[in-house]
């Protein structure tokens, strides 16, 4: 079995290895600090290794990540590590292409559960993510998702974490003026006027 972490975190990174070489004392396990240097691990790939990344610390959609692995890693189970909320992001990045999504914060249990599950051809969320998605919440995520695109969610989220067009522009190599289509889009879809209406707006779907 071969593991591939791509975290900048280097702290994360460690504390990943050490755990799965407790279990698997035969894994295979590469650290990778930046994107750019897992897509060019890949293209030298001969096998599928599990690639556990956190899609959060990256400074592109998380859709163009995911998308961007399976093509040239087709067989390649992801693991989304993440403090991404699970409310918003859970679902859409299972759909796309991840076969597992577990929060930083989760137990040890959690992690070995989630790399044991996508080695069998399963996918894992834990019972906590299952209940906030597919219980009180479950009608008002899957009309939400509906209304906004990957990147109108990516954009959408930037927005509410306080950063301006000009900010967003430069951490997505997007126009500014592009970006403000997307604002404006944005708010006419979810029938919003300024950015505390729509965290409002993004906040009651979780």
């Known amino acids: 079995m071969n593991i591939i972490i791509t975290d900048y975190q280097e702290i994360t990174r460690r504390g990943l ?5 407790e279990f698997w004392s035969d894994v295979q396990v590469v650290q990778i600090n930046t994107y750019d240097e ?3 691990m890949l293209f030298h790939c001969n096998d599928s290794p599990i690639i556990i990344i956190d899609p959060g610390l990256i400074d592109i959609s998380y859709d163009e990540i995911i998308v961007g692995i399976k093509i040239r890693s087709p067989h390649s189970p992801i693991i ?3 403090d991404l909320s699970p409310s918003v992001y859970a679902i859409r990045m299972l759909k796309i292409g991840a076969s597992a999504y577990v929060e ?4 040890e249990a959690d992690v070995l559960l989630a790399i044991t599950t996508v080695l069998s051809g399963g996918k894992f969320v834990n019972d906590q993510i299952k209940e906030k998605i597919f219980k009180s919440n479950a009608i008002k995520d899957a009309a939400f998702e ?3 695109s990957a990147k109108e969610l990516n954009i959408a989220n930037l927005l509410i974490q306080g950063q301006s067009i000009k900010e967003i522009s430069k951490q997505l190599n997007v126009k500014q003026g592009t970006i403000g289509t997307f604002k404006f889009r944005i708010f006419k879809k979810l029938k919003v006027k300024n950015i505390i209406q729509l965290a409002e707006k993004i906040k009651s779907t979780l």
Do not use: A
Request: hydrophobic letters at 35%.
């Open 146 to 148: 509906k209304e906004l």
């Open 38 to 40: 897992l897509k060019q």
């Open 104 to 107: 930083k914060r989760s137990n």
């Open 80 to 82: 989304i590590y993440t």
């Open 17 to 21: 290895v050490s755990l799965i070489q």
